[in-house]
């Protein structure tokens, strides 16, 4: 969200107030998580496991992906595992359209447009700008004292959502940040245009955006290195747009039906062998970028298990384990950039290593979830009701003065 965002959250915090078990009580605490991932209506089932597949595609990726490899053996293996974080990303992409989207129009049915971009935001702000702070305080004594080839502007970059339009902002420990502005863009574009076009017309902006992007992206890509193209937002917020629009065309009833008879998992699993034909197809055609198909693939991969909670693939999604690593991600994903930092060692060397830095980077996040991300959430939601209750007050007081 940029200065907007800082501002928003800089101004409601200031608003809204200071303030395991053994045996059989094991399987209980682990039954009450299912359970829960279940029966939270707050939660869409499935969505937390797929962060939980996102985000552990990109630590095995760039855990490895900086191998010093010897032969070509390993770095065909290097190459390989490489994918997983672009494939990590762009589903956490197609998570967030789908999810925002959802939930904006959960939001509209329930309390109408009335204040509705006021109480997102407010949502928006205390979610993602709170995890950031001591991440943003490390890189900058890190880069004051010079031990990482990181500058003040690159981090003031990253803080502003603005890295994926800045070419100097490449060093490993803050590359990360690209994605969230990306994210954070749509944040900022999406919403505005859903409350006042609302589901009808909103899934018409959605299919013009889908092809300005993919006939945009086509053009660039003739003439700059997709590395740097497709960090900008203008040319990859297909992968949000298409499960945004997936998200407006489910809520009729027919469209939904349609795709819960796919909810299989045999149906589900070849999506991902079309995402891997469609990667094979993507390197060799040229006079059109295929990666709308991707963004297409990822939107169904993200759907139809939360159309199908009783799918076995849901299930497996909505398993404990998963489920705390999803809840989790948000975190995970600031901090392992840092934490992953190359150290120039061999692929056998990283692959034995992995699991040790995977620990530190979970409770890096377990601390940051408990102390920071919980209580800044609930501080959020606090004060979006003050303002729910606050747009009421105003709407019954303009309705009464109207009679």
Same mark, same amino acid.
């Given at each position: 969200?940029?200065?907007?965002? @800082?501002?928003?959250?800089?101004?409601?915090?200031?608003?809204?107030?200071?303030?395991?078990?053994?045996?059989?009580?094991?399987?209980?605490?682990?039954?009450?998580?299912?359970?829960?991932?279940?029966?939270?209506?707050?939660?869409?089932?499935?969505?937390?496991?797929?962060?939980?597949?996102? =985000?552990?595609?990109?630590?095995?990726?760039?855990?490895?992906?900086?191998?010093?490899?010897?032969?070509?053996?390993? /770095?065909?293996?290097?190459?390989?595992?490489?994918?997983?974080?672009?494939?990590?990303?762009?589903?956490?992409? /197609? =998570?967030?359209?789908?999810?925002?989207?959802?939930?904006?129009?959960?939001?509209?049915?329930?309390?109408?447009?009335?204040?509705?971009?006021?109480?997102?935001?407010?949502?928006?702000?205390?979610?993602?700008?709170?995890?950031?702070?001591?991440?943003?305080?490390?890189?900058?004594?890190?880069?004051?004292?010079?031990?990482?080839?990181?500058?003040?502007?690159?981090?003031?970059?990253?803080?502003?959502?603005?890295?994926?339009?800045?070419?100097?902002?490449?060093?490993?420990?803050?590359?990360?940040?690209?994605?969230?502005?990306?994210?954070?863009?749509?944040?900022?574009?999406?919403?505005?245009?859903?409350?006042?076009?609302?589901?009808?017309?909103?899934?018409?902006?959605?299919?013009?955006?889908?092809?300005?992007?993919?006939?945009?992206?086509?053009?660039?890509?003739?003439?700059?290195?997709?590395?740097?193209?497709?960090?900008?937002?203008?040319?990859?917020?297909?992968?949000?747009?298409?499960?945004?629009?997936?998200?407006?065309?489910?809520?009729?009833?027919?469209?939904?039906?349609?795709?819960?008879?796919?909810?299989?998992?045999?149906? @589900?699993?070849?999506?991902?062998?079309?995402?891997?034909?469609?990667?094979?197809?993507?390197?060799?055609?040229?006079?059109?970028?295929?990666?709308?198909?991707?963004?297409?693939?990822?939107?169904?991969?993200?759907?139809?298990?939360?159309?199908?909670?009783?799918?076995?693939?849901?299930? @497996?999604?909505?398993?404990?384990?998963?489920?705390?690593?999803?809840?989790?991600?948000?975190?995970?994903? =600031?901090?392992?950039?840092?934490?992953?930092?190359?150290?120039?060692?061999?692929?056998?060397?990283?692959?034995?290593?992995?699991?040790?830095?995977?620990?530190?980077?979970?409770?890096?996040?377990?601390?940051?979830?408990?102390?920071?991300?919980?209580?800044? =959430?609930?501080?959020?939601?606090?004060?979006?009701?003050?303002?729910?209750?606050?747009?009421?007050?105003?709407?019954?007081?303009?309705? /009464?003065?109207?009679?």
């Amino acid at each position: 969200m940029g200065i907007v965002g @800082w501002c928003c959250w800089a101004v409601t915090f200031s608003q809204s107030g200071s303030g395991p078990g053994e045996g059989s009580l094991r399987i209980l605490t682990m039954a009450r998580l299912v359970a829960s991932a279940y029966s939270n209506p707050s939660r869409i089932a499935g969505l937390d496991g797929l962060r939980a597949v996102a =985000i552990l595609s990109v630590l095995v990726a760039h855990g490895l992906q900086a191998s010093q490899v010897h032969g070509a053996v390993e /770095a065909k293996l290097v190459a390989l595992v490489t994918k997983f974080g672009p494939f990590g990303v762009r589903l956490f992409f /197609a =998570i967030s359209g789908y999810l925002i989207t959802s939930r904006f129009l959960d939001d509209m049915k329930e309390h109408g447009t009335d204040g509705i971009l006021v109480r997102f935001y407010i949502r928006r702000a205390f979610r993602i700008i709170p995890p950031l702070l001591p991440n943003f305080l490390v890189l900058t004594v890190l880069a004051v004292w010079s031990l990482l080839p990181v500058t003040l502007a690159d981090i003031a970059h990253a803080a502003l959502f603005v890295s994926n339009y800045f070419p100097g902002s490449r060093d490993w420990v803050i590359l990360h940040f690209w994605s969230l502005a990306v994210e954070e863009h749509f944040y900022l574009f999406w919403p505005p245009v859903l409350a006042i076009a609302g589901v009808r017309y909103g899934k018409l902006c959605a299919i013009a955006v889908v092809i300005l992007v993919s006939g945009a992206r086509t053009v660039t890509l003739m003439h700059h290195p997709a590395y740097e193209a497709l960090g900008w937002t203008h040319l990859i917020i297909d992968f949000l747009m298409y499960a945004a629009l997936l998200a407006l065309l489910v809520q009729n009833h027919g469209v939904r039906e349609r795709l819960r008879r796919w909810s299989r998992p045999i149906p @589900w699993a070849l999506l991902f062998v079309a995402l891997i034909v469609v990667d094979l197809m993507t390197e060799q055609v040229k006079l059109l970028d295929l990666r709308f198909m991707e963004a297409m693939i990822f939107a169904l991969i993200v759907a139809l298990p939360t159309l199908s909670p009783e799918m076995a693939v849901t299930r @497996w999604l909505g398993n404990p384990y998963m489920v705390w690593i999803g809840k989790r991600s948000y975190s995970i994903y =600031i901090w392992q950039q840092l934490l992953f930092y190359p150290l120039g060692f061999s692929l056998l060397m990283n692959v034995v290593t992995l699991p040790v830095r995977i620990a530190l980077v979970f409770t890096t996040a377990a601390i940051s979830y408990r102390f920071i991300e919980q209580p800044m =959430i609930q501080k959020g939601r606090v004060l979006e009701r003050r303002v729910e209750s606050r747009t009421a007050e105003q709407v019954r007081v303009s309705v /009464a003065s109207a009679d």
